[in-house]
């Protein structure tokens, strides 16, 4: 089985490691800047055919202070990538973030190796010195990662239809699956959208403890204050009417 090819940000990818890397940004809380991306056999010679494959991208940091470089290649670490500062004293290439995703289906042999010797705790340079890198992740991959770490709301579908009947589902239940999860998690975006601004980007995700069904609520009960509707926190005609200026359909 092969990765599902995708060019993200200008950079050759594929979805498995444009996922890593969306995981990876939230946990740096900023971007990275892509200098090489994967499958891309003969581009970067001093690359040594690691990035031929999948799996692989090389970020920029020459800009970044010596910290921000060790929090990228922690962030990368943690959500299973092997991730290695490259520095102009060990090779022909500027300050940079080497990183193969661990247990890409299109790895290059050379990326292959390299992901061997990460977790041996080596440099996966061709001297196979000894890691330099935040020790503790060598054993993670982005499926443990996701296990650890679910998301509570899933990606939502390109879809602006909401049923009545999903939310008085949501009010009373916790489950982010089905179509209460999926046109819940469409509400609250919305609520969230700048251009709603009912809740904070925060309050898309309920506090540590609360369950789904209460936080939606409150999200509700919000959306109302903030359109001058009666508070009650339910998903009512008042709100349906809200979203279809919207743009939204509001199904039975
Ligand atoms: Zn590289």
């Known amino acids: 089985m092969s990765e599902a090819r995708i060019v993200w940000r200008r950079t050759q990818l594929n979805r498995r490691t444009v996922a890593m890397l969306v995981a990876a940004e939230k946990l740096y809380q900023s971007q990275f800047k892509f200098i090489q991306g994967s499958y891309n056999k003969g581009g970067v010679q001093a690359s040594a055919g690691t990035h031929d494959g999948g799996g692989a991208v090389d970020i920029d940091v020459v800009k970044q202070s010596p910290a921000q470089r060790r929090a990228i290649v922690l962030a990368l670490r943690k ?20 990183a193969i995703a661990i247990g890409d289906q299109d790895l290059s042999r050379g990326a292959a190796i390299q992901v061997t010797e990460y977790r041996r705790k080596r440099n996966g340079l061709a001297n196979r010195g000894k890691d330099d890198g935040p020790p503790g992740f060598y054993g993670i991959t982005w499926e443990l990662y ?107």
């Open 79 to 98: 959500v299973g990538f092997a991730a290695w500062l490259r520095t102009p004293a060990q090779g022909r290439w500027p300050y940079h973030v080497h």
């Open 146 to 252: 996701q296990k650890a770490h679910p998301a509570p709301v899933p990606v939502a579908v390109p879809d602006s239809s909401i049923s009545l009947g999903a939310m008085a589902y949501a009010r009373t239940h916790d489950a982010m699956t089905g179509a209460w999860g999926a046109d819940r998690a469409r509400v609250v975006a919305w609520a969230a959208h700048p251009r709603v601004a009912a809740i904070s980007k925060a309050e898309t995700l309920p506090p540590a403890g609360v369950p789904w069904h209460l936080h939606f609520q409150r999200v509700l009960r919000k959306v109302q204050l903030k359109f001058q509707l009666p508070v009650t926190g339910i998903f009512n005609e008042g709100i349906a009417a809200v979203m279809k200026r919207y743009g939204y359909k509001i199904t039975a």
